[in-house]
């Protein structure tokens, strides 16, 4: 079992849509639970990062996590144009971050 | 402020041979993290540096080693080139040793011929 598993998408969504990003992991040791996104042939961009279940808010980005269910997403309401990149989750608990592949989103006009 | 720095952007070398990337983490930025990206994958963690010291290693061969330097900067070397290693080589900087907010650099792409 992958230690942290990612639908690769693409995800197409017609612009203002609600889009729903979903990452699911494995191991219980990940204490921290983040978002980076990354536009093409640029690093990744921290989006969020949050180390409790629950909700949290960042403008029109919400990240929830599920500890119980080992279950994290990532909501992006109102989604622009600009909005289409890869999403990535990420999570650590030791030294290291671990990533899923990336879930590639297109938001069309 | 500037933010992470990577050099070179891009680099072409052939199978055998040796690169050395570059990184310049964010000022007061004491740890630095290096990634390789495979296209289609997620980031694959190499190796942390924080005060000039080892804190980690990923799942990598010993062709791949690292250093920091005391103005915190950091080098990536990888030997005996593989077409396997062309990627994204990504550099991420935090302030301490932990790893919940880290900043990458644009990456250096390598292309293995």
């Known amino acids: ?109 | 402020d500037a933010g992470v720095t990577q050099s070179p952007t891009h680099l072409i070398k052939t199978r055998g041979q040796q690169v050395t990337l570059r990184c310049s983490p964010i000022s007061g930025h004491k740890s630095v993290s290096w990634y390789q990206q495979v296209l289609g994958q997620g980031p694959q963690f190499i190796f942390q540096y924080y005060e000039k010291e080892e804190r980690g290693r990923g799942n990598f061969p010993d062709r791949f080693s690292a250093r920091q330097f005391p103005n915190y900067s950091s080098e990536l070397n990888v030997n005996a080139l593989l077409l396997g290693d062309s990627a994204l080589y990504l550099c991420a900087s935090s302030f301490g040793g932990t790893q919940e907010t880290q900043y990458f650099g644009p990456g250096t792409r390598l292309l293995v011929l």
Do not use: H
């Open chain 1, 1 to 109: 079992q992958k230690e942290v598993e990612q639908d690769p998408g693409p995800l197409s969504v017609p612009e203002g849509a609600i889009v729903s990003l979903n990452c699911t992991y494995s191991n219980s040791a990940f204490q921290y639970f983040m978002w980076y996104r990354q536009y093409s042939r640029k690093g990744p961009e921290l989006l969020m990062y949050t180390y409790s279940s629950g909700n949290k808010e960042d403008g029109r980005f919400t990240a929830q996590v599920d500890k119980s269910s080992k279950y994290i997403s990532l909501f992006i309401r109102d989604s622009q144009p600009s909005d289409s990149a890869t999403y990535l989750c990420a999570f650590t608990g030791f030294q290291k971050l671990v990533f899923g592949t990336g879930t590639r989103l297109l938001v069309s006009p």
